[in-house]
């Protein structure tokens, strides 16, 4: 079985009292070449852990693996960081001034002039922007720097590629090319690579396995159509898939049996037809969403969404025969 090139181990790392963001007692391993995404809501500790694995910041307890050997904390080297990594931070970290081909190509040495020429060219043209190698960063869009700065951080053969909330300062345009582009540079590279986002799209769209945090608690782990299916949190299905929450007694009036606690399913769960188990709701709004619309439906003052594909199929006020087809119970 392949060693892991990244294990965390019982890792802890606490910050004041008043301060969000620690992290408490995560374990797992990360696969050579996988992606992993890291997510969770604001304060759930992922920058934490992300700087405890680059060796930034130093833990209270446990410790991280690299190859087998363990990580050293800032305090323990003059120049904080694993060599074999590069971060990839939200403010780029971009000689603004500098060229395009200049800031790649700083990062490699003068030993050899025309590697360093050829690697920095190959690297460009990886993530389409040797047509901007001329251009200074500050004549750049978000976008172009972002491709800029990963690209620097992995010209010098880096074993692992960390990632902190990378598509922040990017438009919507630009993001699903963006995660297309990471996910193919890890496919050619062969590059691991962490990321930490709050957005779950990122995870879902680009990730071999997802890690949700909750609290500084490591929730959940595994493939993301496995997390999304099965979320063993209420949490998690409602970061993953904005999921409907019943109570027991808002369940009940659906005609769901939940003995106590909640129900819990995604708009795509519930089926817009007439079935033997099906019930008659009232289209209390639409919500329009591109290729499909979202309805809000109410049945004994309980409300929910559902996705309707065939758009236009019913209006506002309409009575409908709907049928929730899977849902989780989670016990209080």
Same mark, same amino acid.
């Given at each position: 079985?392949?060693?892991?090139?990244?294990?965390?181990?019982?890792?802890?790392?606490?910050?004041?009292?008043?301060?969000?963001?620690?992290?408490?007692?995560?374990?797992?391993?990360?696969?050579?070449?996988?992606?992993?995404?890291?997510?969770?809501?604001?304060?759930?500790?992922?920058?934490?852990?992300?700087?405890?694995?680059?060796?930034?910041?130093?833990?209270?307890?446990?410790?991280?693996?690299?190859?087998?050997?363990?990580?050293?904390?800032?305090?323990?080297?003059?120049?904080?960081?694993?060599?074999?990594?590069?971060?990839?931070?939200?403010?780029?970290?971009? /000689?603004? $001034?500098?060229?395009?081909?200049?800031?790649? +190509?700083?990062?490699?040495? /003068?030993?050899?002039?025309? +590697?360093?020429?050829?690697?920095?060219?190959?690297?460009?043209?990886?993530?389409?922007?040797?047509?901007?190698?001329?251009?200074?960063?500050?004549?750049?869009?978000?976008?172009?720097?972002?491709?800029?700065?990963?690209?620097? +951080?992995?010209?010098?053969?880096?074993?692992?590629?960390?990632?902190?909330?990378?598509?922040?300062?990017?438009?919507?345009?630009?993001?699903?090319?963006?995660?297309?582009?990471?996910?193919?540079?890890?496919?050619?590279?062969?590059?691991?690579?962490?990321?930490?986002?709050?957005?779950?799209?990122?995870?879902?769209?680009?990730?071999?396995?997802?890690?949700?945090?909750?609290?500084?608690?490591?929730?959940?782990?595994?493939?993301?159509?496995?997390?999304?299916?099965?979320?063993?949190?209420? $949490?998690?299905?409602?970061?993953?898939?904005?999921?409907?929450?019943?109570?027991?007694?808002?369940?009940?009036?659906?005609?769901?049996?939940?003995?106590?606690?909640?129900?819990?399913? $995604?708009?795509?769960?519930?089926?817009?037809?007439?079935?033997? /188990?099906?019930?008659?709701?009232?289209?209390?709004?639409?919500?329009?969403?591109?290729? $499909?619309?979202?309805?809000?439906?109410?049945?004994?003052?309980?409300?929910?969404?559902?996705?309707?594909? /065939?758009?236009?199929?019913?209006?506002?006020?309409?009575?409908?025969?709907?049928?929730?087809?899977?849902?989780?119970?989670?016990?209080?």
């Amino acid at each position: 079985m392949e060693e892991p090139i990244i294990s965390v181990k019982n890792l802890s790392k606490q910050y004041q009292a008043e301060q969000q963001g620690g992290i408490t007692d995560i374990s797992f391993n990360i696969k050579k070449g996988n992606v992993i995404a890291i997510l969770g809501e604001s304060g759930s500790g992922k920058s934490t852990l992300l700087k405890c694995i680059y060796g930034l910041l130093k833990a209270d307890t446990g410790e991280v693996q690299f190859n087998g050997k363990r990580i050293l904390g800032p305090d323990e080297q003059l120049i904080p960081g694993h060599k074999e990594m590069k971060m990839v931070t939200q403010d780029f970290s971009l /000689n603004i $001034y500098a060229k395009v081909y200049d800031n790649i +190509a700083s990062m490699l040495s /003068n030993t050899n002039v025309q +590697a360093k020429q050829e690697k920095t060219t190959e690297m460009m043209q990886h993530l389409h922007i040797a047509q901007l190698k001329d251009k200074k960063i500050t004549q750049l869009s978000g976008g172009e720097q972002q491709r800029v700065a990963i690209a620097k +951080a992995m010209v010098s053969n880096t074993a692992v590629l960390l990632l902190d909330e990378p598509f922040s300062q990017v438009d919507a345009l630009l993001k699903n090319q963006l995660r297309a582009d990471i996910k193919r540079i890890a496919a050619e590279t062969g590059v691991t690579v962490v990321m930490v986002s709050h957005d779950p799209a990122d995870g879902l769209f680009l990730a071999d396995e997802l890690l949700i945090l909750k609290d500084g608690k490591l929730l959940q782990q595994g493939k993301p159509a496995d997390v999304y299916q099965h979320p063993n949190h209420i $949490y998690t299905a409602q970061l993953l898939g904005n999921a409907v929450v019943l109570g027991h007694e808002e369940a009940e009036k659906l005609g769901l049996e939940v003995k106590n606690g909640h129900a819990v399913f $995604y708009p795509e769960w519930v089926e817009l037809k007439s079935s033997w /188990n099906s019930r008659r709701f009232e289209v209390k709004d639409i919500y329009y969403k591109g290729f $499909y619309e979202e309805l809000l439906l109410e049945r004994n003052s309980v409300k929910i969404r559902a996705i309707q594909l /065939n758009r236009g199929e019913h209006k506002k006020h309409d009575h409908i025969q709907a049928n929730i087809s899977r849902f989780i119970t989670f016990v209080s």
